[in-house]
């Protein structure tokens, strides 16, 4: 006996009662829009959109506390928010909950304060990484690799104020998975098919090696120096900027800042809409 597709409104409609019954109790939600100013450019129904996406995001991930901390369920809407604001433009929970753009990690492990590296760094072969994120300080903010977990420092990660510089260890961690989609950190994630793969690759290196230039002859440069790493800490610190200051992004790489917001299908900067081919 084969199985007809179900119509799209009753799948849709299948969907919603399934998300209403995940969907992150509302006294949480209340606060986690008092804490998180990230949250301050979305509409209601923008945020409807993105409570519904957390609450699938808390769903499929695995919390793990290290050191004894107590990891309580604001934290976990808040860590989910985070990434619902990332893949806000790429996932639409009232369609497909499979989280396609999440698919290369469901574990989330959080310290209560920046933590020794997990593993040894791993040298490129043939020129290309692969796949393991680090940084080279002794303590870190925040870890990851291609299929391995997501590795944070609370301290590091919980919603604040935002500055001018910004300090998004998890919107940086996961923009990492999001290049390494392809099996690459690159800073090259993989771009919709209406995107174009040369405009992208020139605009990025451009920036990168502008960037580099200005951090090695010690001249002002107006993002964070660590994005002079390599073009993945580059791609990843840009994705900082992009969520959390984008106006500064916009006003140092105005090219990037547009790669960026059509790769995200987001426009973070009020007023000057950049129109995303669809699909």
């Known amino acids: 006996m084969s199985w007809l597709p179900l119509p799209s409104r009753v799948r849709r409609g299948l969907l919603s009662r399934r998300l209403r019954k995940r969907r992150i109790p509302l006294r949480i939600w209340l606060q986690v829009e008092k804490t998180d100013p990230l949250l301050a450019r979305f509409d209601r129904a923008e945020r409807l959109k993105l409570r519904m996406l957390a609450s699938e995001i808390i769903w499929r991930t695995h919390f793990f506390a290290a050191r004894g901390m107590v990891l309580t369920e604001l934290m976990k809407a808040c860590l989910a928010t985070r990434i619902a604001i990332v893949v806000f433009g790429l996932e639409d929970p009232e369609q497909n909950t499979s989280l396609v753009w999440l698919r290369n990690w469901r574990e989330l492990i959080v310290y209560p304060s920046p933590f020794k590296p997990h593993r040894q760094p791993v040298s490129p072969l043939g020129g290309s990484p692969l796949g393991l994120v680090m940084h080279t300080d002794p303590?870190?903010?925040?870890?990851?690799?291609?299929?391995?977990?997501?590795?944070?420092?609370?301290?590091?990660?919980?919603?604040?104020?935002?500055?001018?510089?910004?300090?998004?260890?998890?919107?940086?961690?996961?923009?990492?998975?999001l290049d390494m989609l392809d099996g690459y950190s690159n800073g090259h994630p993989p771009l919709h098919a209406s995107m174009d793969q040369q405009v992208w690759h020139d605009t990025f290196e451009a920036a990168y090696l502008h960037l580099r230039h200005r951090v090695e002859t010690g001249h002002k440069h107006e993002l964070d120096s660590y994005g002079a790493t390599s073009p993945a800490e580059f791609f990843a610190v840009c994705s900082e900027y992009f969520f959390a200051a984008p106006e500064r992004l916009q006003m140092a790489y105005p090219d990037v800042y547009r790669q960026l917001s059509l790769f995200y299908k987001q426009q973070p900067v009020p007023g000057k809409p950049v129109i995303c081919p669809s699909h």
């Open 139 to 177: 303590v870190e903010s925040g870890e990851t690799s291609y299929q391995g977990p997501l590795i944070i420092s609370w301290q590091d990660t919980k919603p604040r104020t935002l500055h001018s510089v910004p300090a998004q260890v998890l919107i940086h961690e996961l923009a990492h998975k």
